[in-house]
C-alpha cells in the first residue's frame, strides 16, 4: 500500500528565503510527526499532531518554524528567513495510535534542504 | 528524560556471520523501545519494537533483539549477516507523547 509521501526530495534556498514542505501521511493515520536529521546524526523531533491538533511543539528550533495539519490529514512545515542552520533531511511520519499509543511510526523519505 | 545510547560508530562483520549492533537506555518508567533502519536516500524504516513481554523481539529481515532490563540494554542481532542488511540503525526511545528519541546510529558494513 501506499507509504508516507514528502515534497519536494530536494529543496535548494538562499539565506533568507521562506520554504514549505509537505507530507501525505498514510491514509487513516492519526499521529503525525516531524523530525529534523542534520548530517550524521540521528532524526531529533520538532513536532506533533494528532489529527488536525497540534500536541507537542518543543522541539521547534525557533519561532521560524511553523506547521500545521488542518484538515488531519496532509501537513505542512515552514521555515520562514532559512539559515545555513537550517539545512538538514526533514523526516515526516505517521503512525496509527494517538498519544498513548505504543505502535510504530512510518518515515517518510524526507526532504533534504539546503541553504545557500 | 529518556535518553538512548549506541556506542559503536560502525560494525563490520562477514556475510555469513553473526551481527550485534549495540543500544543502552535510560529511561524513567517503563521503556518502550525501537530499531529503525535507514538506507541511503530513504526514510527509517521499522525493524521492531519492545513494548512488554518477552525480551526476545523478533522482527523484519530476520532481525532480532534482545531486551536486558538489569543491564539497561536493547541490541539488535542477526543469526547471519547479509551484504544487503549494509545499513544505517538507529535504536530508539519512546517519550512522553508517543515521539522518538533516537541514538546517534550505528553503519552496519557487511563485506561478501
Known amino acids: 500500500g501506499a507509504g508516507v509521501s514528502q515534497s519536494p526530495r530536494y529543496k535548494v534556498a538562499k539565506r533568507g528565503q521562506d520554504v514549505a514542505l509537505r507530507c501525505d501521511p498514510i491514509?487513516?493515520?492519526?499521529?503525525l510527526f516531524w523530525y529534523q536529521q542534520a548530517l550524521g546524526q540521528g532524526p531529533e523531533f520538532l513536532t506533533y499532531?494528532?489529527?488536525?491538533?497540534?500536541?507537542?511543539k518543543s522541539g521547534l528550533p525557533s519561532d521560524r518554524f511553523f506547521a500545521e495539519r488542518p484538515e488531519g490529514s496532509v501537513s505542512t512545515l515552514k521555515i520562514q528567513r532559512t539559515q545555513q542552520e537550517d539545512s538538514a533531511v526533514y523526516l515526516c511520519?505517521?503512525?496509527?495510535?494517538?498519544?498513548?499509543?505504543?505502535?510504530?511510526?512510518?518515515f517518510g523519505p524526507g526532504t533534504r534542504l539546503t541553504v545557500l | 528524560a529518556q535518553s538512548v545510547a549506541q556506542p559503536e560508530d560502525q560494525v563490520n562483520v562477514a556475510e555469513g556471520n553473526p551481527l550485534t549492533v549495540k543500544c543502552t537506555y535510560s529511561?524513567?518508567?517503563?521503556?518502550?523501545l525501537f530499531w529503525y533502519v535507514q538506507y541511503p536516500n530513504r526514510g527509517l524504516q521499522f525493524l521492531l519494537k519492545?513494548?512488554?513481554?518477552?525480551?526476545l523481539v523478533k522482527g523484519s529481515y530476520g532481525f532480532e533483539a534482545e531486551f536486558n532490563k538489569s543491564q539497561t540494554s536493547f541490541h539488535l542481532k542477526k543469526p547471519s549477516a547479509l551484504v544487503s542488511d549494509s545499513a544505517l540503525y538507529f535504536c530508539?526511545?519512546?517519550?512522553?507523547?508517543?515521539?522518538?528519541?533516537f541514538g546517534t546510529g550505528t553503519l552496519l558494513a557487511v563485506q561478501p
Open positions: 511520519a505517521s503512525g496509527r495510535g494517538g498519544a498513548l499509543s505504543y505502535n510504530e511510526q512510518f
Open positions: 491514509s487513516g493515520h492519526v499521529s
Open positions: 499532531f494528532q489529527n488536525e491538533a497540534q500536541l507537542d
Open positions: 529511561v524513567s518508567g517503563n521503556p518502550y
Open positions: 519492545y513494548i512488554t513481554g518477552d525480551n
Open positions: 530508539a526511545v519512546r517519550d512522553r507523547g508517543n515521539k522518538l528519541i
